[in-house]
């Protein structure tokens, strides 16, 4: 007879089958709850007490953990020791009200609308080149995560409405706009794709094998184009969502529309862009205004 599977074995099933989580995030669930039963020096996780969850995340923080890895592992605990409790498994949620250490608040890098026009036009005629032009443009055009972009499919555009139906975290899907320069970059893109794609696959962007293209290949392939523009900075992605968001906000200052955009579950999470129009408006004054300038 088979022994019953472990308390996170069962709850990764759960985030696998019930919340239909993706691929990357349940691997990271894996890590996180791995590191738990490491640190739990073999103790049953139904067991742990706050004073244990505060003496391990006081043991990583020593080690060099920063406070945001921190706070994303303590909020992978606090689900897991939820459906323990809901389960009967556990009396209590030990992680409830610990907080990670307080970090330092970072903004999000964005291009210059210059820059990010510079990245995604492409003068490439290469089967390749024609493929990331209609990568990178939709990538801006939407605001894309990584793994968005690479999980569409053929028909999740809407070429003839300009819109993209979009997964996001959780599986949530989501309608978004898609603007002319994209979707022309698209029409150039789809007859190559139809050639190159394997048979059966529905990915909107392959690679050389003919299957869905990689989020690591799209990093590889956005830093390699970022290099060729010749900007100085360390381009990722995520960067493309980050302009994405700052200029949209810039121009419109509808924080709602842009939260809705982005597929943010909740609006503090796109208040953050706001932080980066003002920081964009604040060197406009500086630069314009005749009481701002510095005398020399």
């Known amino acids: 007879m088979r022994p019953p599977a472990s308390a996170p074995a069962r709850y990764l099933d759960f985030l696998r089958h019930e919340r239909r989580l993706a691929a990357h995030t349940l691997a990271a669930y894996s890590r996180d709850l791995a590191l738990l039963d490491a640190l739990a020096s073999g103790r049953a996780s139904g067991n742990l007490g706050a004073t244990d969850i505060r003496r391990l995340v006081a043991t990583l923080h020593g080690k060099g953990l920063s406070p945001r890895s921190l706070a994303r592992l303590l909020s992978s605990w606090r689900g897991f020791f939820d459906w323990l ?26 291009l210059s609308p210059d820059d990010a026009s510079r990245l995604v036009a492409l003068d490439d005629d290469s089967d390749a080149g024609i493929r990331d032009r209609a990568l990178f443009e939709l990538a801006y055009s939407c605001g894309l995560r990584v793994s968005e972009l ?77 290099a060729a523009a010749g900007l100085a900075v360390d381009v990722h992605p995520h960067m493309l969502r980050h302009s994405f968001a700052s200029h949209v906000l810039q121009s419109s200052g509808d924080l709602r529309a842009v939260q809705e955009m982005l597929g943010h579950a909740s609006i503090a999470s796109t208040q953050v862009y706001t932080h980066l129009d003002f920081q964009h408006l604040a060197k406009v004054y500086d630069a314009a205004h005749p009481r701002a300038r510095r005398k020399r």
């Open 85 to 110: 409790v809901r389960h009967h498994e556990a009396a209590a949620n030990p992680c409830k009200g610990i907080r990670a250490p307080r970090a330092a608040r970072t903004l999000p890098e964005a």
């Open 150 to 226: 690479t999980g569409l499919d053929v028909d999740a555009i809407d070429a003839g409405s300009g819109e993209a139906r979009v997964t996001g975290k959780g599986s949530k899907t989501r309608i978004v706009p898609v603007g002319a320069p994209a979707l022309a970059a698209l029409a150039r893109w789809l007859p190559v794709r139809e050639r190159l794609a394997a048979p059966g696959e529905s990915a909107l962007f392959v690679g050389r094998t003919g299957r869905r293209l990689s989020p690591r290949e799209v990093q590889r392939r956005i830093k390699g184009r970022a």
